[in-house]
């Protein structure tokens, strides 16, 4: 699918990879709503990019009325929304049970869920309603594309990653049959699945950290950057072929338990 004059919502639009992704798209000629909770970063990335082109909505992903509210706005603004990126996440770490035997919070394991696996689903099924209406591209037949957030850890969780693993295998486990749902509209739905990757989660870590995680990829034995995601991100838009995959994104790498 073109990009050119085409409008993307990116959920965790204003930091990490869902910038990177903005950015990226953008440069190759597209809209960008920004949906994100940071309502300063927001401001300062609607200005930076430029508010012709770019458009900053303030929604938690859990919310029906905000996400169906922000796809309005994305619509109102440049007229249609072709593309949805979901990189909104959180990852918290907590074994099982503690050292002293306590279990871990329900409440926390629940929010992770929400945001990740749920928040996914909401933004992704009010995109598609919206390009649904789109009218097929004369080349290809498409109305859209769906790109979520899967990570290495879907497959290879480790210690202390229980709630995370399971919200990312989820999305693993979401991609094709939302794509199977999808394909007589013509929307497409993949998921990337990162490694370890210079977000700035990871970038606020002590430097040595940071060398370490990356000599445990076998190669490259870096951390991956923003930039690389993004770039696939790009690619799945514009190939008409990759549908309901998930793509490993990690240079090789397959995590141990710690």
Do not use: W
Not at 67 to 72: E, N, P
Not at 159 to 181: F, V
């Amino acid at each position: 699918m073109q990009i050119a004059n085409q409008t993307a919502v990116i959920t965790g639009g204003c930091s990490g990879l869902g910038l990177a992704v903005a950015k990226q798209l953008v440069s190759a000629g597209a809209n960008v709503v920004l949906i994100d909770i940071n309502s300063e970063a927001g401001a300062a990335q609607q200005t930076a990019i430029g508010p012709d082109k770019a458009l900053f909505v303030n929604a938690d992903v859990t919310s029906e009325a905000a996400i169906s509210a922000a796809i309005d706005s994305a619509v109102n603004a440049f007229g249609a929304v072709h593309f949805c990126i979901n990189c909104a996440g959180i990852a918290p770490a907590e074994r099982v049970l503690n050292k002293v035997g306590e279990p871990a919070s329900l409440e926390r394991f629940n929010q992770t869920m929400a945001i990740n696996l749920s928040g996914t689903y909401n933004v992704a099924r009010l995109a598609a309603a919206k390009m649904a209406e789109n009218t097929p591209d004369a080349d290809t037949g498409e109305r859209g594309v769906i790109i979520n957030t899967a990570s290495i850890a879907g497959y290879e969780g480790q210690i202390g990653q229980t709630a995370y693993a399971a919200s990312k295998a989820a999305i693993i486990g979401l991609t094709l049959p939302m794509a199977r749902d999808l394909a007589a509209l013509g929307i497409r739905v993949n998921s990337i699945a990162p490694g370890v990757m210079a977000t700035p989660l990871l970038t606020a870590m002590p430097q040595p950290v940071q060398d370490a995680l990356g000599a445990n990829v076998p190669f490259p034995a870096r951390l991956g950057s923003p930039g690389e995601f993004a770039q696939l991100a790009q690619h799945i838009c514009q190939n008409s072929y990759i549908n309901g995959e998930t793509i490993r994104l990690d240079g090789a790498l397959r995590m141990q338990p710690k």
